[in-house]
């Protein structure tokens, strides 16, 4: 039987998902990496000792259900589960949390912009090719810009 092929809800008796080795990583991150989670699962906040949650697991192999909703869920280096998921190519068809920040300050759109995801608004790119009118093209060192305002 193949890793993936593994049905976890009668691998893990239910209420065990929490049981972790050494480092904290739990059944759950088993299940997240190897396998799959049952469609009621909540439990996306069990983290390992560096607080790598159950949710940023899964969004390293786009395994979170349409429903998710956490995406502000931060690790203990500022990651949150969208810019995991945006450094993966992961983010869901309609995400909108693009201004989301890390603790660095860096938003999904510009993780999601290095990693060439073409589904982000363009008004996040600088469509300008010359930036800085120096007469060099700049469009390789686009910046990014905040989205229109509402008022």
Partial sequence: MA????NWRDLVFD????QADEHGWT?????????????????????TRDGWTVAHEM????????????????DAHGQTVAH???????????????DLADHGGVTVAQ???AN???SVPDYYLVLDDDDDDDGDDDSQNDDLRMPPSSD
Avoid: C, T
């Fill in 116 to 118: 060439g995801d073409r």
């Fill in 59 to 74: 969004a390293v192999h786009r395994r979170l259900p349409a429903r998710f909703k956490q995406w502000d869920m931060v």
């Fill in 84 to 98: 995991v998921a945006a450094k993966h190519g992961h983010l869901p068809e309609g995400f909108a949390q693009w």
């Fill in 111 to 113: 993780v999601a912009i």
């Fill in 15 to 18: 209420g065990e998902w929490d």
């Fill in 3 to 6: 890793m993936n092929d593994l």
């Fill in 27 to 47: 059944h759950a991150h088993d299940a997240a990496a190897y396998g799959s989670l049952p469609d009621d699962f909540g439990e996306w906040g069990l983290a």
